[in-house]
């Protein structure tokens, strides 16, 4: 099959797991055309099934704002024609999933038919969907979309909650390749981040409110007045500055090491003992279970989709948003005692291996051929 993958080709997990997926496909002998508008961080690998397409918005001194979507929506129509595609997978639907409707209807006109899916992801949904400045056209354009994926169950019912859908989502979960994460040397490279053989907590994210990363760091500075503890922090964004301040309010900054963006999280999960995700809410948590794979349980909150990855007691453990005493007490009865860290670990890496890709690849395979072949059934 041609695919055609549109997604955010920055960090974030929604892009990770377009690019994934592609990475993917490809393997299995599809090929897929990115669509983007720079080449996606993880595209990392050359192969004949891979392609890549530039969406390129040029800088006109009219406007205040550049035209995005009506430049990706030419691009579209322009790869969708010259490649042959049988469908397009949009991922996270602003405004993807208006592009991809508008590309629909200009190659209608053309006699050209292509139909397309939309994976929601959780923000386009959750905070930035629902809100009156793109409600309208975000529902639209799902209910126009051929078919409907989201990444939970949690996000599926959020989606229904919010918008006025006509259409049945099928759930299809995340995923991380579990291979990707067999990594050896961790000996060595942890004696640089913890050199007195302190525990070592790790944090990934975006940096941006909804992460409460402030949480993090009180979670870990409890953790800390117990046991040698070292916190890493990897990624990057607007509350990045914030997070500094704090850590010098508590005091914790000689215990604290910010790496930035990595664009291989694995090397670094590897010599982790404990992740923290404190979100306000969260639809999947891709970055829980890439620490999973890695063998590192999760401390994190209850929200959103997260009941769906991390298992309490099991996996991990899940605390109500905020509450920085419980994730300390929960982080504190894991570290403390290694036999009990050890079965975490293996519990967390038995858990990710639930959404390998050998799972979830076939169910997006599933769906691409009932839609290409106008089978999909679509109505709620
Ligand atoms: O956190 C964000 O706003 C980024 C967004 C993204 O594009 O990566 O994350 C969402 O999609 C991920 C991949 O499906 C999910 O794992 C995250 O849980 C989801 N973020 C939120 O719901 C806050």
Known sequence: MKIGIVCYPTFGGSGVVATELGKALALKGHKVHFIT????????????????????????????????????SSKLVDVVKYEELDLLHVHYAIPHAS????????????????????????????????????EPVITFAINQSDALTAVSESLKQDTYKYFNVTKEIAVIPNFICLNDYKVNNTVCQKKIYAPLGEK??????????????DDVLRVFDKVRQKIPAKLILVGDGPERSNVEKLCRELNTCDDIRSLGK?????????IADLFLLTSE????????????????????????GLPEVNVNG?????????????????????????????EFKSNAYQQ???????????????LYDSVVSGKYLVIK
Not at 103 to 110: E, H, N, R, T, Y
Not at 113 to 122: D, E, M, Q, S
Not at 314 to 342: P, T
Not at 357 to 362: Q, S, V, Y
């Open 262 to 270: 990595v664009t291989n999280p694995e090397q670094i999960l590897a």
């Open 314 to 342: 099991y996996s991990g453990f899940m605390s109500n948003v905020g509450d920085v005493d419980d994730m300390a007490k929960n982080a504190l009865y894991i570290l403390e005692d290694s036999k009990r860290l050890e």
């Open 200 to 213: 070592l907590l790790i944090h990934v994210s975006n940096f941006r409110k909804v992460k409460r990363v």
């Open 99 to 134: 592009a991809a409707y508008m590309a629909k209807q200009i190659l209608a006109s053309q006699g050209i038919h292509v139909p397309f899916i939309t994976t929601l992801h959780g923000t386009d949904i959750t905070l930035l969907g629902k809100d009156p400045s793109f």
């Open 37 to 72: 508008y720079s080449q996606p961080f993880r595209l990392d690998y050359v192969s004949e099934n891979l392609f890549y397409h530039e969406v390129a918005v040029s800088d006109y001194p009219l406007f205040d704002y550049q035209p995005y979507e009506l430049v990706l």
């Open 281 to 304: 809410t969260e639809s999947f948590g891709l970055s829980a279970l890439e620490a999973m794979a890695s063998k590192v349980p999760v401390i994190s909150t209850n929200t959103g």
């Open 352 to 366: 990710a291996a639930k959404f390998d890709i050998g799972k979830i690849l076939p169910m997006y395979e599933k």
